[in-house]
């Protein structure tokens, strides 16, 4: 009987034993765990250059405080990360919940460790209050205690790909050109435009060969640049302007591309141009006005038309010269139609690049190009207006 007793008395201790160990853990759990996280990716295998969404969630668990988090991947020369977006939702009161979403492109083929930085901040009420308080035109920041999270690195496999390319993604390509035929004076203005989802390759140049005997000259606009969770959706424009003396081709281009969402290689073509260039004999620019009939003999008058015809001749003479320094065209000559018929900014900004530099119109271009480039309205006519009246 009385061992029957120890032993119910040995494991009613073992029992408050294995009790007070359970308490003291949860306890324990309670009081250093703040809020709760979850980190997931998109993929955990990737090529190079292929975008791959990460996500992070934070919850707040600890309800005495506000809670703020901050969240970042390191930086490494392994790959470029970039932040999509940030969302906070407030459930209830000192109940946050934060997520952040970065795009990160692997750049090497070798296996990723991605480490991150977590903190979670916590400010009493009072603290938040008095930052509102102080803070009239200065930013005053409120009073936080920064407690730092260790997270666990990603570790993320990047596959290379079989062969080089210049675009990782779903992207397409097509060329616009506004003539074939010019003058020795004129400009060919060609456009290629690549539109589609996947890398931002900023140093990729389309038109990257010289032509024998062509002066290029080239400008980039981004039409569309923003980040998605299928990479930067992107439509870009290439602008080259062209001149030469004779006939040239403007090749064919191609462009290899690898689109991770299909899994294959692919092509972009543009087709060629042949340009051709009409000489303009100088005498053609010449004043039209004939000198006058000969006579069969000399008088007074004929000495007046004489004089009149040499000083026709060097007006004439002087304007074509003016005219090959300046590189007109035939639009200039028709009273600057073109300048006239400009429908948009950048229309008109190239038009007054390739066909009127060094005419004392640098600061239109320059009115035009911050306005081209930072979407800003302008009064066209105007401006077209103020040109017109500076050239004439």
Do not use: C, W
């Amino acid at each position: 009987m009385s061992s029957s007793i120890k032993d119910t008395q040995m494991k009613s201790t073992l029992g408050k034993i294995i009790l007070l160990f359970l308490l003291l853990h949860v306890s324990l759990l309670g009081s250093t765990q703040l809020a709760s996280y979850k980190l997931t990716t998109s993929k955990s295998n990737v090529h190079i250059k292929e975008p791959l969404l990460i996500s992070f969630k934070a919850k707040q668990e600890n309800h005495n405080d506000n809670m703020f988090f901050s969240f970042n991947i390191q930086k490494s020369p392994d790959y470029e990360v970039k932040l999509l977006d940030k969302t906070i939702q407030d459930n209830a009161f000192h109940n946050t919940v934060t997520t952040f979403n970065y795009m990160l492109f692997a750049l090497k083929e070798k296996t990723l460790h991605v480490k991150f930085n977590f903190i979670v901040r916590t400010a009493s009420d009072k603290a938040v209050k008095q930052s509102y308080v102080d803070d009239h035109d200065d930013s005053i920041a409120t009073s936080t205690y920064d407690t730092r999270v260790v997270i666990k690195p990603l570790t993320i496999k990047v596959k290379k790909l079989t062969h080089p390319v210049d675009l990782v993604g779903d992207f397409t390509l097509h060329s616009e050109i506004d003539t074939t035929k010019i003058n020795q004076y004129g400009a060919v203005n060609l456009h290629y435009i690549l539109s589609g989802k996947g890398y931002k390759n900023s140093q990729l140049n389309i038109l990257n060969r010289s032509i024998n005997n062509v002066t290029i000259f080239s400008k980039i606009n981004d039409d569309v640049s923003k980040l998605t969770k299928n990479g930067f959706s992107i439509k870009r424009e290439y602008i080259y302007a062209l001149t030469s003396k004779d006939n040239f081709t403007i090749p064919a281009l191609s462009l290899q591309a690898y689109s991770p969402t299909k899994n294959k290689y692919y092509t972009l073509h543009t087709k060629s141009y042949a340009i051709k260039v009409q000489k303009i004999d100088t005498a053609t620019l010449l004043d039209k006005t004939e000198a006058p009939k000969e006579k069969s003999f000399i008088n007074v008058e004929r000495i007046k038309e004489f004089f009149i015809y040499v000083v026709l001749f060097l007006s004439g003479f002087l304007a074509a010269k003016l005219s090959q320094k300046s590189f007109f065209n035939e639009k200039e000559k028709g009273k600057f139609e073109d300048i006239k018929n400009a429908k948009t900014t950048k229309k008109l900004l190239m038009i007054l690049v390739m066909h009127y530099q060094n005419r004392g119109l640098d600061e239109y271009i320059s009115k035009l190009d911050t306005a081209t480039t930072n979407n800003e309205s302008l009064k066209l006519n105007q401006i077209k207006k103020d040109i017109l009246n500076r050239l004439m």
